[in-house]
């Protein structure tokens, strides 16, 4: 029972009854951030540059999607970086910069990229674009409801040429993405187990996952990863968000310390 300790430790909140892989993250990479963000629910002074600049540029190549759904053309390039610089123009909150970035390095950085974007994407059938899921999530093995669900959203589900569907994740990165980065993440895992739900593909089908990686460095560049996914590692999945839960429901909400404090929301509490 995930957010079991979340009713417990605030009784005022008895609606949280969903589970998502930001979450299960968020605890594997440090507990007592867990904590604070999701339990405390502690308000910070300003958000981390990567996340507000990821939020935007993931809703810019959306919108580039959205319009090959629609149309079966791509978006222009100017509408594209358009899409970007109209919400960081607007965005409501404070941002934490670092390394002398501002936001016009930044919007000019970001323009760079959906350049290098927009040159080498080509969709093919378009199915969904963030398209949010809640589904109910199950033991595969056991049979046994969780007493949460799974929620989250695709970022991209289109079909290749050979007609098989694929899920697509954008990422933004300082630093290209090694192979264990994707092999030994859930996520894919938990987004097959999503499409099976939804009916993208039939349960126990085998998933093809396609990361494409924008590079944040002087010269970007994008970087495409290939990766698929088993009902064997849906499973190891759920188990995973099992333990993690009992480990929750147990106020198991240690600090750990290391290269996640850099850009940490709540470093100045935890010192």
């Not at 605030?10 to 440090?30: G, P």
């Not at 030994?184 to 187990?193: M, N, V």
């Not at 147990?250 to 290391?258: A, I, K, M």
Request: hydrophobic fraction near 35%; glycine fraction near 6%; charge should be negative.
């Amino acid at each position: 029972m995930l957010n079991g300790c979340i009713a417990e430790n605030r009784q005022e909140d008895k609606a949280r009854t969903h589970v998502s892989y930001s979450q299960i993250q968020t605890y594997m990479i440090c507990p007592q951030k867990y904590y604070y963000n999701y339990i405390l629910q502690v308000p910070v002074e300003a958000e981390p540059e990567a996340l507000v600049f990821g939020k935007h540029f993931h809703f810019a190549v959306s919108e580039f999607y959205r319009h090959w759904q629609k149309t079966a053309s791509k978006m222009p390039l100017e509408s594209l970086k358009e899409a970007f610089s109209e919400g960081w123009k607007e965005e409501p909150v404070d941002i934490k910069f670092k390394n002398g970035n501002t936001p016009e390095s930044l919007r000019e950085q970001a323009l760079s990229m959906l350049e290098i974007f927009h040159a080498a994407r080509v969709p093919k059938e378009v199915m969904a674009v963030e398209s949010v899921f809640d589904i109910p999530l199950v033991d595969m093995e056991t049979g046994e409801v969780l007493s949460h669900t799974l929620k989250g959203s695709f970022d991209l589900v289109e079909k290749d040429d050979d007609g098989n569907v694929v899920l697509v994740e954008l990422k933004t990165s300082g630093r290209a993405y090694s192979p264990g980065q994707i092999e030994y993440s859930i996520q894919p895992s938990l987004y097959l187990y999503a499409l099976w739900n939804l009916e993208f593909l039939s349960p126990g089908a085998e998933g093809k996952i396609r990361y494409d990686v924008i590079v944040k460095s002087k010269q970007p560049k994008l970087q495409t990863l290939f990766t698929s996914r088993s009902s064997k590692d849906v499973q190891k999945a759920i188990n995973l968000v099992k333990e993690v839960g009992r480990a929750i429901n147990l106020s198991v909400f240690y600090r750990l310390q290391g290269w996640q404090c850099g850009d940490c929301q709540f470093r100045a509490i935890c010192e």
